[in-house]
């Protein structure tokens, strides 16, 4: 196994997180002129991306070169506008993935494919190597909604710069950072890792500058966050709870639905109630803002059946996803952990999760190994994601309802 190129596929990360066309537009640019650039020519992987086997011709063909650039200019433009920025932080992250997992598959160097056949034959896929890129570009760019949420939230209007500072950062670091991975590619892997450092310590220093946002109550003064629904100190409402969005980051916008704000809140493991975090990963546990059960059998049956309202249509986006053989199920997958295996996922204990992170992962491999094939592969990852939310769910539900039963007992024993 080539360790450059092992390297090369984990940097990568760090490239794609940031912007979705303009590293494959350089790649394309790179594997076509790269060798006939004297400052290029010399070097070993530059002349791997034009000799490449596996690499498909219309990846450096002109019209895709030129497709390629058209696409990373309007990625660019559409990223200096705030308004626009907000709007491509909910689907992005899904481009971003599947090209990535495009790039890992081949089209970087000749090197890299020979490590997916070397881990193939150790008993993985192409695909599987391609999706633990993948999610972690996924993982990457969860962190930088985060922290671009924030950046939004200070300068909706552009007016103070930020936005179109931090963009042009990330173009200048998406285009270059693809030379620096072929030239220097244990360079670009530190720096990588040093960037989501940073970007997790952010993350960190913004749920304490939330904590330091809460307003007062209107009734008895007392803190609240400002997605509460009620306020833990007095039980009164407030007036404006404001939405949760990405990873139950507040938003600005007020929740106008306190029924499905509610349920959005336990979505993200934040109290129903006082929107506080939940510390525990458990289906039931009381709050530790307001004392009171995170979810009662009343919620329980909205919860369970509002993801479920989500299985329908997220089976068909999947089925759309796995008609494309290797590549769709990249964002397949993820997709459908994000709509259907987290709001479960998130309250089940490690051990428990552990056990069936194995038994769905054994069949979901299984399934996944007959994706690429015609037809019968479009049902591979529509079936890994009703598996996964049958597994996840029927835990969830178990384990909510067993506190709930074992509770009544202990009522009825004291009578």
Known sequence: MSLTAAIQSFASIGVFASRAFLPAFAVAVL????????????????????SASGMPAWFTHEITIAVLGILSILEILADKDPD???????????????????ITFGLLTASEQAVLREVKVAGFSETAIA???AIGVFSACLLRATILGFILDVDDDGSLGLVKLVSIAEDVWAFFGIFLLIVFPAAMLALVALALLMLFVIREALARIEERSKIDCPACGALNYRSAIMCPGCGKEMPEPK???????????????????????????????????????AARQSCPGCGKETISDALLGDYMGGIKRRLPMTLLVCFGFSSIPVI??????????????????????????AVLRWVVGLISFILLAFQWVPFAGSFSIPLMAFVNYRFYSRAYERAARSRGEDRAAGILERT
Do not use: W
């Not at 491509?88 to 599947?98: C, E, H, N, S």
């Not at 306190?258 to 929107?275: F, I, T």
């Not at 994000?338 to 999760?353: E, K, T």
């Open 328 to 353: 769709g199920a990249v964002p397949g997958v993820i997709y459908y952990r994000l709509r259907l295996v987290a709001p479960f996922r998130r309250y089940i204990p490690a051990p428990q999760r």
């Open 31 to 50: 594997a076509r002129f790269g060798p006939d650039v004297p400052l290029l020519r010399d070097i070993p992987m530059v002349r791997n991306l034009q």
């Open 131 to 133: 999706l633990t890129v």
């Open 243 to 281: 939405a949760v969005g990405l990873l139950g980051r507040t938003l600005k916008k007020i929740a106008s639905d306190r029924g499905r704000h509610a349920l959005a809140l336990v979505e993200n493991r934040r109290c129903p109630v006082c929107a506080t975090r939940l510390p525990k990963r």
């Open 84 to 102: 626009v920025k907000q709007f491509m932080l909910t689907f992005d992250k899904y481009a971003k993935a599947a090209m990535s997992a495009l």
